[in-house]
């Protein structure tokens, strides 16, 4: 990689002023590197590649990621029961989801349609792939975009709409099945939107407030989506803030949207992880609820490349 400082690091700036929801940005590996282009952020550099980025020697990186915490919180903000009964059940939801926006009935089993012997007749009337299955891939993507308030003009390019022969109508008609199936979450918008048009102003659970400037239907969608944003974003920084105070010699890596990486000396990760662990899967108040959002965890170690 060029550009890299002298000493074979890399130094990215990190900005947290630059996004409306509060996320942190990440752009510039290093200050004189052309490639990426400066402005690029870390959270972008392609999986396959990731790993040029490692630890120094003698360091481990603790990454972890709070599998779908944007959806989860959406139903507890707007106390969705079909999500809430997903989540609690460890339902795959993007199968219910494709069932859902196209009339097909559940299979026997909702948490392992993919693999599980009760399944098998379900998957072969169907010829249902698995997990990377073209429509729970479309189901997937779709209603993550129909959470943000998409436009549903561009509902057509949804990844897997056009391998499923899906025109925008098709894909649009197939949304409102879901959102039909989720009325709460329509609910949630509609007071967000009474708030917003009263107030000009949005909130996460936390209370940290957005002003909106915008108009029309775009200032509404900012509404919701920086309670959704915004609130993941206050979970991750006040995390951080809790593990710096806890272990001070850690140093975070870098941040992407609900995961974040932490580096430390390689004989401290023993003694961190369980500090680690209760500080990213502690509890939250939301709506009077007490709230955890569960955490995947991977250890990073350092990468000889030749």
Known sequence: MKGLERDGRNYPQTKIHAQASGRHSIPDPSADNPEPPPGAPMQQLPADIRDIVCPDPGEVW??????????????????????LT???????????????MFGVLYPPNLANPHTSPECAEWRAAIGWAGKDDVRRVFAKRGVYRTHYRGDTRRAGDIPG??????NAGRVSQAL????????????????SDAEVRATGLTRTFLGRPRRLLGSGDARFREGTNHRLQGGVADILNRTLIALKDALPAIRVVWTAHDAGVLGMPAGDLAENMPVIRRIVGRMWIIGGREVTFPADYKIIKETTHE
């Open 176 to 191: 409102s099945r879901y959102l039909a199936s989720h009325p709460a979450i329509v609910e949630f918008w509609r007071s």
């Open 86 to 100: 997903a989540r609690e059940a460890g339902w795959d939801t993007p199968v219910i989801n494709y069932c859902d």
């Open 62 to 83: 603790v990454k972890w990621d709070w599998s779908n915490i944007e959806t989860w919180l959406l139903a507890e903000l707007a106390q969705d029961a079909p999500l």
């Open 161 to 166: 709409a056009s391998k499923l022969g899906l």
